[in-house]
């Protein structure tokens, strides 16, 4: 990506990974008074989804002395530019602006959605498209990105999928509401013994989707509708039962327990496990030393 901010200010903070062979960056930038601009340029497709604004104007151009044509000022809209493609982000006096930035080659996006979704045509900039589902997922992602779970592949690679469907359907122009169909008996079965063998470890949604033979969107749908959670949820079910069985041994730390389950660092453990219990390991802990 080629990018040229005469009188702007570099990124005040900005966070990347990559799921599922997509690119992602989360940025929080404060262009300041005055006029700023931003060359988009890549040999990929990029996506830019606007979180949030504070100020001024903020907005893509196809020519940089033309203001963009829009009903609409408000967050919430993405930008879809297509590789080798160019556009630039103006700004004029805005104090802070929030994106989510994805990178992908086309056929990735491809292989993730398989056949839910068809071949998508789009050889021109979309600019300014506003889409609920599309914000919704974006804030998730961004919120993953910026927080304790940038290093889970699992759920990174599930919300990855649930925004390239919702960004697919959008750029498409169509709203397709997709059958709940569940997976078959033999699926399930080998998707649920992997996430249970598996939750303590680095557990792929991709490799997941190979052992099944479905794309990740089919799998992750499919399985919802099967189990009525994500696999994601499956998984993280199986982490706390495993904690559960570890913190019965109370000479065990908290941290080596974590590390045990899967997870980066204690910190991280104790709000997972306060989500899916309902109380803190140290918590839980103590109610069954009191109960034995």
Known sequence: MSCSAPSGIPDSHAVSNRWNGIELRYTERRPGPGES??????????????????????????????????GRRDVGSFNWIPENQMIWCYAENVRCVRDLQLRFDRSAMETILGSDCNRLEVHEPLLMIYDT??????????????????????????????????????ADGKSVVLPAEGLAPW?????????????????????????????????????????????????????????????????????????????????HFTKA????????????????KRGA
């Open 187 to 267: 699926q399930l079965r080998i998707a649920k013994d992997y996430l249970e063998e598996q939750s303590s470890s680095g557990i792929s949604l991709t490799g997941l989707a190979k052992l099944v033979g479905l794309s990740q969107s089919r799998l992750a749908r499919g399985f919802k509708a099967s189990t009525g959670i994500a696999p994601y949820s499956w998984a993280m079910q199986a982490r706390i039962r495993k904690a559960k069985a570890l913190l019965t041994d109370i000479e065990m730390p908290l941290s080596v327990i974590a590390l045990e389950v899967g997870f980066a660092d204690q910190s």
């Open 37 to 70: 601009w931003t060359r988009v340029l890549s040999k990929d497709t990029t996506v830019i989804i606007r979180l949030d604004q504070q100020g001024g104007v903020c907005e893509p151009r196809l020519r940089l002395d033309t203001p963009t044509i829009s």
């Open 273 to 288: 496990f306060k989500r899916g219990a309902g109380i803190t390991p140290g918590e839980w802990r103590h109610t069954r």
């Open 133 to 170: 589902r599309v914000a919704r997922c974006a804030s998730v992602l961004a919120d993953a990105l910026a927080g304790d779970s940038r290093d889970d592949a699992l759920y990174g690679e599930s919300l990855t999928t649930a925004l390239l469907v919702a960004l697919h359907r959008a």
